[in-house]
């Protein structure tokens, strides 16, 4: 069984805890920066490392009075540091706090859903090499095409997710940015140098340019790729929905003991994760496009935005780690129906051969046209009178006037659709 984490780890990303703290930590790395450069004595900086701190309902009744939020948490603070708190602070301004802040919890987060999204694309690998050489029918349109195998259902899916690792950890070097910039970005109180030094204690990449906020192209990126994450995971879920179908039931859902399926019909095993993924899905392409509302704002800088951000921020990526956590059990614990899927190959009496014969008689040397007319008028009859594909081929004389039994026999066969299987697994590094 592959380890996974309890969902609270993200959830208390967001709680008034952790922001305060990453607030905190980014005034006491500009103070550090400050110190470095000789604007804040030593004697000070020693006094506010040692006493720096906040206390979140001391904050909440002085915000109550202040109607600040920053201004309340740096008096709270001041509580704690006496006169050395008027250094806190010191030629900054909200944004460079709040921001920069913002910035570490998303990476903070960013990092929870890289790890999630590594622990799922393992199952997913392991469940590709499990079902590598399982037949099952392919479909287009929601018909029957010609067969594939199960495996590269999960090959694919696992092919994609690399893309989304990829995605997710640019998105993380994206928002990984700090500014300490002041009132409109100009540095007109503080050096680039305080700065620099600052995001060199948090980890984090000075921006090139601020107008006093960072700009909300960054965190609509970050946005986008958990959007595009979920439409993956959407992806797989409703595949296994339409898998699930009774008249199809070559996968479902595990069903554990005591599990009830309807509160009427006994019966019922129903998809309920899966169909709660693609409901979930859309709630982060609705926060991606809030997000991306977000990055025009008046002039330097309104704060429009932040009411949209302490919102989405902490909704969709508690909802991208809940999602993740919950598409990893349901796909290693996916019940899957082997003959079923062969029953399912059989379904149409060996209609699904019909390209193999067309390109045959191509390669005879009968137009496509003509070879398209001869396997349709006896696809059409297969279908309305269900009788075998094969028996209507060996009995349609223009047919054997170009293959023979042996021929035919080979058409009929399955293991043409494995032979590669292994070139496409050799590609994706499954």
């Known amino acids: 069984m592959i380890k996974r984490y309890s969902r609270p780890e993200m959830s208390k990303i967001w709680e008034l805890q952790n922001r305060f703290q990453c607030m905190l930590d980014v005034e006491l790395a500009a103070c550090k920066a400050m110190n470095e450069i000789g604007i804040i004595p030593d004697e000070d900086m020693k006094n506010i490392d040692e006493k720096a701190d906040f206390d979140v309902e001391r904050i909440d009744e002085i915000e109550k009075t202040t109607k600040h939020d920053v201004v309340a948490f740096l008096m709270n603070i001041a509580e704690y540091v006496g006169p050395s708190s008027r250094w806190i602070h010191f030629g900054m301004t909200s944004s460079d706090i709040l921001d920069t802040a913002t910035s570490l919890q998303l990476k903070q987060a960013g990092e929870l859903i890289l790890r999630d999204l590594e622990i799922f694309s393992e199952v997913l690998r392991i469940k590709a090499r499990e079902y590598k050489h399982t037949l099952c029918i392919g479909r287009s349109h929601g018909i029957h095409a010609e067969p594939t195998t199960f495996g590269l259902k999960f090959a694919l899916w696992f092919d994609e997710m690399q893309r989304n690792i990829k995605r997710t950890k640019n998105a993380i070097n994206i928002v990984s940015v700090g500014q300490i910039s002041g009132a409109v970005g100009n540095y007109a109180h503080l050096s680039p140098d305080i ?24 965190i609509s990126e970050f946005m986008n790729t958990l959007a595009v994450i979920g439409s ?34 006994p019966h019922k095993r129903n998809p309920v994760v899966s169909e709660q993924m693609c409901g979930l899905a859309r709630i982060l392409r609705s926060n991606a496009l809030a997000a991306m509302e977000n990055n025009a704002l008046w002039h330097e800088r309104d704060i429009s935005h932040s009411s949209v951000e302490r919102i989405i921020l902490p909704d969709s990526t508690i909802l991208m780690n809940y999602m993740l956590n919950k598409m990893i059990p349901l796909i290693e614990n996916l019940i899957v129906y082997p003959e079923n899927m062969q029953k399912n190959i059989e379904l149409t009496n ?81």
Request: net charge negative; proline share 1%; with cysteine.
């Open 195 to 218: 700065e620099r030094i600052t995001c060199q204690y948090l980890d984090l990449t000075p921006v090139n340019i601020s107008t006093q906020v960072i700009q909300r192209d960054r």
């Open 232 to 265: 993956t995971l959407e992806k797989i879920a409703l595949e296994i929905r339409h898998l699930q179908r009774t008249e199809v039931l070559e996968a479902e859902e595990s069903f554990s003991k005591g599990q009830k399926g309807s509160s009427a019909m």
């Open 350 to 430: 060996g209609l699904i051969f019909s390209q193999v014969i067309l390109l045959e008689l191509t390669k005879k040397g009968v137009s496509r046209e003509q070879s398209y007319s001869l396997v349709q008028r006896n696809a059409m009859e297969c279908w309305q009178t269900k009788q075998p594909f094969k028996k209507l081929i060996l009995n349609d004389d223009e047919i054997l006037n170009y293959l023979s039994q042996e021929e035919i026999d080979d058409i009929f066969s399955l293991e043409k659709y494995k032979k590669h299987i292994d070139f496409i697994y050799g590609k994706i590094g499954i």
